[in-house]
């Protein structure tokens, strides 16, 4: 917030919801860039499916490798299976939900999504609970990488008409740069990690955090990349006079560490 006495513009509530298992099936698959694939899920038990928070998460149980999805006992999962998180990017509440897989490499899920097939099913979980937003921020800050461009395109949906929304997003290769829309006054850059950085350098996004223009009264700000982007994006942000308790900065994954979960839902 900003430091003036005035009451807060917007306030974030977490809100539980049921955990439902959903076993879904692969209806359509869309190649949006060279390391960014769009996978549609279709399933009766997708009924009813609802995600009120734009950095929601669901929990994709993967099959073995070459395997098909195994059955499930009726008060859970099949044992073993790997799984991972993702965000829900549009969803119908009728039987349809679509996911944005970030091909980086090699990984249980990145692998699935390089390799899926119309029909090829999986289990969904969740999501657990929703960090809901009351209220219109005066502005919005959104930065991230691909993992996080899901999370940003709902955060983009929500900001009103006129509303400015200042966005900064890294891919690892100007090829995967893409299209991003919204209702509100959008200003948007792309960055890339220098040649020879590591894998998902936050170097970048740091630097266009520092750079942006400063905005006065009560803005919202959602952060999201490799998870050392964590500690420096929350000194930024504290330094632009947002307040933390209300902004989310996470890491959605770590150099280096399979299944990494974040610590913490909001900053
Ligand atoms: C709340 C939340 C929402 C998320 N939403 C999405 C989403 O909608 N779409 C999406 O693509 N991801 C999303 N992620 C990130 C995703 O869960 C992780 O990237 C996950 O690790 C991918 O699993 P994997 O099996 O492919 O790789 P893992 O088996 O977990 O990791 C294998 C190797 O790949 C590296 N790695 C993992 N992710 C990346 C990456 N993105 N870029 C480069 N290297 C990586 C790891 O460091 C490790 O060395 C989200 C994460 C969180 C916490």
């Known amino acids: 917030m900003s430091s003036t006495a005035e009451a807060p513009a917007f306030s974030l509530t977490r809100q539980p919801l049921e955990v439902r298992r959903r076993r879904v099936r692969v209806a359509r698959i869309e190649r949006i860039t060279p390391a960014y694939r769009r996978v549609e899920f279709a399933g009766d038990d997708l009924a009813g499916f609802d995600s009120p928070g734009a950095d929601d998460h669901v929990r994709i149980f993967f099959p073995p490798p070459g395997e098909p999805l195994p059955p499930a006992p009726d008060d859970g999962l099949p044992a073993g299976l790997a799984s991972r998180e993702y965000t829900p990017v549009e969803w119908d509440g009728a039987g349809r939900l679509t996911v944005d897989f970030v091909l980086h490499g090699e990984g249980v899920a990145t692998d699935w999504a390089a390799s899926a097939g119309v029909g090829d099913e999986v289990f969904l979980g969740g999501p657990r609970g929703s960090l809901v937003m009351t209220g219109s921020p005066a502005w919005w800050l959104l930065a991230g990488d691909l993992s996080a461009l899901p999370a940003i395109r709902r955060h983009l949906r929500a900001v009103p008409p006129g509303t400015p929304v200042d966005v900064v997003l890294l891919s690892d290769d100007p090829a995967d740069e893409q299209e991003a829309s919204s209702p509100g006054d959008l200003g948007l850059a792309w960055v890339h990690p220098a040649?020879?950085?590591?894998?998902?350098?936050?170097?970048?996004?740091?630097?266009?955090?520092?750079?942006?223009?400063?905005?006065?009264?009560?803005?919202?700000?959602?952060?999201?990349?490799?998870?050392?982007?964590?500690?420096?994006?929350?000194?930024?942000?504290?330094?632009?006079?947002?307040?933390?308790?209300?902004?989310?900065?996470?890491?959605?994954?770590?150099?280096?560490?399979?299944?990494?979960?974040?610590p913490r839902p909001t900053a």
């Open 195 to 262: 040649a020879g950085a590591p894998v998902g350098d936050v170097t970048p996004l740091l630097e266009a955090l520092a750079g942006l223009p400063r905005r006065d009264g009560d803005g919202f700000a959602f952060v999201a990349a490799e998870q050392t982007l964590v500690a420096p994006a929350r000194e930024l942000l504290a330094a632009r006079g947002i307040d933390l308790q209300r902004a989310v900065v996470k890491g959605y994954w770590k150099r280096g560490e399979a299944e990494y979960h974040a």
